[in-house]
């Protein structure tokens, strides 16, 4: 996958229950990650919700962002809608780090 955007161009970046095993492999994750890392804005938010994941994977998932730069802000339990149904889940905020 590629994406093409000019560097530091977005504010806000939302990965809602797609960084799965289902749509990506652990290897095209962090090339994902790799591209939003070039894309977001210092202090940018990169939102995740990252519903079908392991435990395991979402602790990999908050050591890659630590990687490229992205601390973990804020982590929240929330009531969502999930394929038309509520679901009980928890979103993870990053941002991008000054440098």
């Known amino acids: ?11 806000a970046v939302l990965l809602y229950d797609v ?7 652990a290897a095209e994750r962090k090339k994902l990650i790799e591209s939003i890392n070039e894309m977001v804005k210092t202090n940018s938010l990169l939102s995740i919700y990252p ?11 908050n050591e890659e962002m630590k990687k490229f730069g992205f601390y973990l802000e804020r982590e929240a339990s929330a009531n969502l809608i999930h394929n038309g149904n509520y679901d ?12």
């Open 1 to 11: 996958m590629k994406l093409s955007l000019k560097e530091d161009f977005l504010d």
């Open 19 to 25: 960084l799965n095993s289902y749509y990506f492999t």
């Open 51 to 61: 519903k079908h994941m392991e435990p395991l994977k979402i602790k990999r998932i």
């Open 88 to 99: 009980t889940g928890y979103i993870l905020n990053f941002r991008k780090s000054l440098g």
